[in-house]
């Protein structure tokens, strides 16, 4: 589904990410773990198309296609979806008209037909079930006033609206407390399908008790220093990541 | 026959005699404000009022020889669809529709009245000929415009609709004053137009008397004129508890001008004021707003937004006075505006003169460009940046558009600032 190789990224004069190597199948999913400041979010920014970013080496293959070519739209409507660790407030704009524009966006570059009012307001109603949002929430200004848990579930909903290939998941335990993050988890699990695959940006292994990861990965200083199955998680929150950083310099 | 001319430029001061011409018990009037204006003259570059609109020198620079009528105006092209309203419509000087005999409100010509005798404690005594030289210009000689009264009591059920529609490259005044009596209703919308691409000018003066307990909206819609230049001067005088609401969406023209003058002679009073301009081109608009708390006790809210595009330019100066026994006055004012090329230009300028002590008055302004964040997060969802970028112009603009009460007028604005919006091009 995704193949990135040798990625490089830089913003401004600041060189983030060096050389990168992830391959995500369907159906799996990938835990990107690392200290603050490893460019884990960087990733993630890359991956969703953030402009700040320059890549400066390297290809990313998107069901076999060249992902960096696209600009952020287009990869979303070829099904990539990214959860934002800090949801952008718009006021003015409600969650219940963005989702129609945006689905139906979607579902145009699918080849389906636009949802009318009826259908639209069915699959809303279905999806919201699934976090456990209110519809006054959405029909509030887009994340206006959000407490941080209902911005993270807001970001599941809008999930489970688009339907995607492969959702990104940055740092969506940030902020959450113990309840919230269970129906987070809950909500992507459901979502999780043979056909899809998620990647998992997190900083404590917390979240990785719910979402279950295939594969985990340890960044550092830009590179994947480190790979395993999801008992890695574990052994980082028992060690911490100096037993990374050392094994890294050593 | 009597010559206004000051200058021979007949938009500085029109060479065929107004309408006060007319009008005996106006002679004095007529002479007083002939006199003013050649002593004050018209503001130069540096007036203050005028420095960042250079009204004068536009018109100085005005040609209107070209072009006349092209006697092909279909109104219905300016129309509000689906609003039940009275419309009296004027292609230039002329009024091209039948003059409304609505019960419980009078309709007339304004100079018919004058030389009746009706509306004659209130004209030129709200909008003082001295308070502005255009001001004064428009008192000699407005040819055309409408006496509206509403009696004590009465709330009109329709809003009734002036449509000034400049056919080719004319120039011309209009006059109207609206005389609303004790708890009575109104709605006045001004709607203006031209034709093809043709310069033209017009300069409009409305004065208004709002009674006790009485309530006006007042609505200026400037679309659908390229090529034009505008003066439009509104003051109001409210008395005890009435309420005024005064809608200004500027969607277009060449330059245009709105002066907007509350004076708040009453306790009680309730005042909002709402504006919006839309400028792409080399479209320049400029909204001078004052707000007079005279009495104790009042409310005023202003509501200001603008958007700028290419090298187009707006202006915002907003006014307001509360006097020294106009205590537990609430006033607030707002003006946000975005900027969407580096050419495009905006000057705002609140001006708070405050003489009473306890008082809640507040004011902002600001000045940015489209949100980045913003832009991408809804990108990240699929929407293209296009689309993506009408989506929060619109959302930053709509408040304006939200707190217009007629829905069918609301509904007009929304669909042609959205679909303003949504073109690539603005």
Same mark, same amino acid.
């Given at each position: 589904?995704?193949?990135?190789?040798?990625?490089?990224?830089?913003?401004?004069?600041?060189?983030?990410?060096?050389?990168?190597?992830?391959?995500?199948?369907?159906?799996?999913?990938?835990?990107?773990?690392?200290?603050?400041?490893?460019?884990?979010?960087?990733?993630?920014?890359?991956?969703?198309?953030?402009?700040?970013?320059?890549?400066?080496?390297?290809?990313?293959?998107?069901?076999?296609?060249?992902?960096?070519?696209?600009?952020?739209?287009?990869?979303?409507?070829?099904?990539?979806?990214?959860?934002?660790?800090?949801?952008?407030?718009?006021?003015? #704009?409600?969650?219940?008209?963005?989702?129609?524009?945006?689905?139906?966006?979607?579902?145009?570059?699918?080849?389906?037909?636009?949802?009318?009012?009826?259908?639209?307001?069915?699959?809303?109603?279905?999806?919201?079930?699934?976090?456990?949002?209110?519809?006054?929430?959405?029909?509030?200004?887009?994340?206006?006033?959000?407490?941080?848990?209902?911005?993270?579930?807001?970001?599941?909903?809008?999930?489970?609206?688009?339907?995607?290939?492969?959702?990104?998941?940055?740092?969506?335990?940030?902020?959450?407390?113990?309840?919230?993050?269970?129906?987070?988890?809950?909500?992507?699990?459901?979502?999780?399908?043979?056909?899809?695959?998620?990647?998992?940006?997190?900083?404590?292994?917390?979240?990785?008790?719910?979402? #279950?990861?295939?594969?985990?990965?340890?960044?550092?200083?830009?590179?994947?220093?480190?790979?395993?199955?999801?008992?890695?998680?574990?052994?980082?929150?028992?060690?911490?990541?100096?037993?990374?950083?050392?094994?890294?310099?050593? | 026959?009597?010559?206004?001319?000051?200058?021979?430029?007949?938009?500085?001061?029109?060479?065929?005699?107004?309408?006060?011409?007319?009008?005996?018990?106006?002679?004095?009037?007529?002479?007083?404000?002939?006199?003013?204006?050649?002593?004050?003259?018209?503001?130069?570059?540096?007036?203050?009022?005028?420095?960042?609109?250079?009204?004068?020198?536009?018109?100085?620079?005005?040609?209107?020889?070209?072009?006349?009528?092209?006697?092909?105006?279909?109104?219905?092209?300016?129309?509000?669809?689906?609003?039940?309203?009275?419309?009296?419509?004027?292609?230039?000087?002329?009024?091209?529709?039948?003059?409304?005999?609505?019960?419980?409100?009078?309709?007339?010509?304004?100079?018919?009245?004058?030389?009746?005798?009706?509306?004659?404690?209130?004209?030129?005594?709200?909008?003082?000929?001295?308070?502005?030289?255009?001001?004064?210009?428009?008192?000699?000689?407005?040819?055309?415009?409408?006496?509206?009264?509403?009696?004590?009591?009465?709330?009109?059920?329709?809003?009734?609709?002036?449509?000034?529609?400049?056919?080719?490259?004319?120039?011309?005044?209009?006059?109207?004053?609206?005389?609303?009596?004790?708890?009575?209703?109104?709605?006045?919308?001004?709607?203006?137009?031209?034709?093809?691409?043709?310069?033209?000018?017009?300069?409009?003066?409305?004065?208004?008397?709002?009674?006790?307990?009485?309530?006006?909206?007042?609505?200026?819609?400037?679309?659908?004129?390229?090529?034009?230049?505008?003066?439009?001067?509104?003051?109001?005088?409210?008395?005890?508890?009435?309420?005024?609401?005064?809608?200004?969406?500027?969607?277009?023209?060449?330059?245009?001008?709105?002066?907007?003058?509350?004076?708040?002679?009453?306790?009680?009073?309730?005042?909002?004021?709402?504006?919006?301009?839309?400028?792409?081109?080399?479209?320049?608009?400029?909204?001078?707003?004052?707000?007079?708390?005279?009495?104790?006790?009042?409310?005023?809210?202003?509501?200001?937004?603008?958007?700028?595009?290419?090298?187009?330019?707006?202006?915002?100066?907003?006014?307001?006075?509360?006097?020294?026994?106009?205590?537990?006055?609430?006033?607030?004012?707002?003006?946000?505006?975005?900027?969407?090329?580096?050419?495009?230009?905006?000057?705002?300028?609140?001006?708070?003169?405050?003489?009473?002590?306890?008082?809640?008055?507040?004011?902002?302004?600001?000045?940015?460009?489209?949100?980045?964040?913003?832009?991408?997060?809804?990108?990240?969802?699929?929407?293209?940046?296009?689309?993506?970028?009408?989506?929060?112009?619109?959302?930053?603009?709509?408040?304006?558009?939200?707190?217009?009460?007629?829905?069918?007028?609301?509904?007009?604005?929304?669909?042609?600032?959205?679909?303003?919006?949504?073109?690539?091009?603005?």
């Amino acid at each position: 589904m995704l193949s990135i190789k040798n990625l490089h990224a830089k913003i401004g004069d600041n060189q983030i990410l060096n050389g990168i190597d992830l391959e995500v199948k369907a159906g799996e999913i990938h835990a990107i773990m690392g200290p603050n400041g490893s460019g884990k979010s960087t990733l993630a920014s890359v991956l969703a198309g953030r402009e700040e970013f320059e890549v400066t080496e390297g290809t990313v293959e998107f069901l076999g296609k060249d992902l960096l070519e696209m600009s952020p739209d287009e990869r979303a409507r070829e099904g990539i979806f990214m959860a934002f660790q800090y949801p952008v407030e718009i006021p003015g #704009v409600s969650t219940i008209n963005f989702m129609k524009t945006a689905v139906n966006q979607v579902r145009t570059h699918r080849g389906l037909p636009p949802l009318d009012a009826v259908s639209f307001l069915g699959l809303m109603k279905e999806k919201m079930k699934l976090v456990d949002i209110d519809q006054s929430l959405l029909n509030r200004s887009l994340n206006e006033g959000f407490s941080g848990g209902e911005k993270k579930r807001n970001e599941i909903f809008q999930l489970a609206m688009l339907d995607p290939r492969l959702a990104i998941l940055d740092e969506t335990d940030s902020g959450l407390d113990i309840d919230a993050l269970r129906i987070v988890a809950d909500g992507v699990n459901k979502l999780m399908t043979k056909d899809k695959s998620i990647i998992v940006v997190t900083h404590y292994q917390r979240l990785l008790e719910y979402i #279950v990861p295939d594969f985990v990965h340890v960044l550092y200083k830009g590179k994947i220093v480190k790979s395993g199955g999801k008992e890695l998680a574990v052994e980082l929150e028992a060690k911490g990541y100096d037993w990374v950083k050392d094994s890294v310099v050593a | 026959m009597t010559t206004n001319a000051i200058d021979t430029n007949p938009t500085l001061l029109g060479v065929t005699p107004g309408a006060i011409d007319t009008i005996p018990s106006l002679a004095t009037l007529r002479d007083e404000t002939f006199r003013h204006l050649q002593e004050v003259g018209f503001p130069g570059p540096k007036h203050e009022e005028y420095k960042y609109t250079p009204l004068t020198r536009a018109l100085e620079k005005l040609s209107l020889d070209d072009q006349g009528e092209t006697g092909a105006v279909n109104l219905g092209d300016y129309a509000i669809a689906d609003l039940d309203a009275t419309v009296v419509a004027f292609v230039n000087e002329r009024c091209v529709t039948p003059f409304p005999e609505t019960e419980g409100l009078i309709v007339k010509p304004l100079q018919e009245a004058l030389a009746n005798g009706a509306g004659e404690n209130h004209f030129a005594k709200i909008a003082d000929a001295k308070a502005d030289p255009f001001v004064a210009w428009n008192t000699l000689a407005w040819t055309y415009g409408l006496y509206i009264e509403v009696p004590a009591g009465t709330t009109l059920a329709k809003p009734l609709v002036i449509l000034h529609v400049s056919d080719g490259a004319v120039s011309k005044a209009a006059r109207n004053l609206v005389v609303v009596g004790k708890n009575a209703q109104c709605t006045v919308i001004q709607k203006f137009a031209s034709t093809g691409k043709s310069t033209s000018y017009v300069n409009v003066v409305t004065e208004a008397f709002v009674d006790e307990n009485a309530r006006l909206d007042l609505y200026a819609i400037q679309a659908d004129m390229p090529g034009q230049i505008q003066f439009n001067q509104t003051r109001v005088l409210q008395k005890d508890n009435s309420r005024v609401n005064s809608y200004a969406f500027t969607l277009g023209g060449k330059l245009v001008r709105n002066n907007l003058a509350l004076a708040l002679d009453g306790q009680g009073c309730e005042s909002h004021m709402y504006g919006l301009y839309l400028l792409n081109g080399d479209t320049h608009a400029d909204n001078h707003t004052v707000v007079d708390h005279m009495k104790p006790n009042s409310f005023s809210n202003e509501l200001y937004k603008g958007i700028m595009d290419d090298t187009s330019r707006g202006v915002f100066n907003g006014k307001i006075y509360v006097r020294p026994n106009a205590q537990k006055t609430n006033a607030f004012q707002s003006n946000r505006n975005i900027l969407l090329s580096t050419d495009a230009k905006v000057n705002t300028k609140p001006q708070l003169e405050i003489w009473a002590d306890d008082v809640k008055c507040s004011h902002g302004c600001t000045t940015g460009q489209i949100d980045e964040e913003a832009l991408f997060y809804l990108m990240a969802r699929g929407i293209p940046r296009s689309t993506a970028r009408a989506m929060l112009l619109y959302a930053f603009a709509g408040e304006t558009i939200d707190a217009v009460g007629l829905p069918a007028v609301q509904q007009y604005l929304a669909q042609r600032v959205s679909q303003r919006l949504q073109r690539n091009d603005f």
